[in-house]
């Protein structure tokens, strides 16, 4: 791996585990094992870092999103993947992350808003209209209320004053946000589906 991919994925288990603000350059260093100046060779300051990895970040999930709408045998299948994905993600994120990257690093955290409000907005909208396409969804669902809705609750999981992580596990939180909201917009035969789904998983 080259020196700055390191840099890079190293700050990002960092962050993911004790949050943006608390973890400085110098810590970054000391846990590769490097100089603070070979660090700065390759980005001019935290910002810079905090940038690449959100970028990263958000690839990485615009490309899984992308393989649950294509490998998805329907709509709610591909909404269980995707619970997979976002268990995988937030296991070991410190909810502290998104707060630090709104107050202190708001360039980031613009980019980050960007996705969410075009690039996964679109995406729940698709997935709605192909739920109700395939008769799992109810028909007379508000598609844009629904989708608006479905992203801040994601979003809601991270408020440490409505949910605090030492009483909540950010993983299981969205699950269960996921949950609720698909047997929200179900029909009957989505239902019986969303629990066929269910079963199948707490098999493997």
Known sequence: MEIKERIQQKAKDLFHRYGIKSITMDEIATQLGASKKTIYQYFSDKDELVDAIIKEMIGSAQEMCESNIATGKDAVHELFQAMDFVQQIFSEMNPAMMYDLDRFHPQSFKI???HKN?????V???NLKRG????LYRPDINIDILAKFR?????MAFNQDVFPSSKFNLAELHK?????FLFGVASLKGYKLILKYHQERLKR
Do not use: N, P, T, V
């Open 132 to 135: 109700i396409k395939e008769e």
């Open 151 to 155: 992203l801040e609750g994601m979003m």
């Open 112 to 114: 980050f808003l960007d």
């Open 176 to 180: 269960i946000i996921i949950e609720h």
């Open 118 to 122: 075009k690039y996964l907005y679109q």
């Open 124 to 126: 729940i909208r698709d």
